[in-house]
Nanobody, 119 residues
Framework: QVQLVESGGGLVQAGGSLRLSCAAS????????MGWYRQAPGKQRELVAA???????NYADSVKGRFTISRDNAKNTVNLQMNSLKPEDTAVYYC?????????????WGQGTQVTVSS
């Protein structure tokens, strides 16, 4: 069974830092893009950051200069280092990966991890 497992969420004060990690496991042939999305209460899910298999990154304007996405292709992991956190960063963060498996190719999602930034 292919799955994405996230870790690293929590409660932090404004200005603080958190690091999210996501590991893909199962019968995976190939992973193309990996990324992080977030969804705040009452809002749509939005892209935070993404990284392709060759290391090209893309960030939402709201997190540029504060968040850094990184990826380890050998371990099938993706991390999100979040610095200078703001209360508006509060959301459930979801790991996403486009993976080719035995039976399919498409987007897979983690279960989500809560990030809460207090003012």
């Amino acid at each position: 069974q292919v799955q994405l497992v996230e870790s690293g969420g929590g409660l932090v004060q404004a200005g603080g830092s958190l690091r999210l990690s996501c590991a893909a496991s199962g019968n995976i042939f190939r992973i193309s893009a990996m990324g992080w999305y977030r969804q705040a209460p009452g809002k749509q899910r939005e892209l935070v950051a993404a990284v392709t298999s060759d290391g090209t990154t893309n960030y939402a304007d709201s997190v540029k200069g504060r968040f850094t996405i990184s990826r380890d292709n050998a371990k099938n992991t993706v991390n999100l280092q979040m610095n200078s956190l703001k209360p508006e960063d509060t959301a459930v963060y979801y790991c996403n990966a486009y993976m080719r498996t035995v039976t399919t190719y498409g987007p897979f999602w983690g279960q989500g991890t809560q990030v809460t930034v207090s003012s």
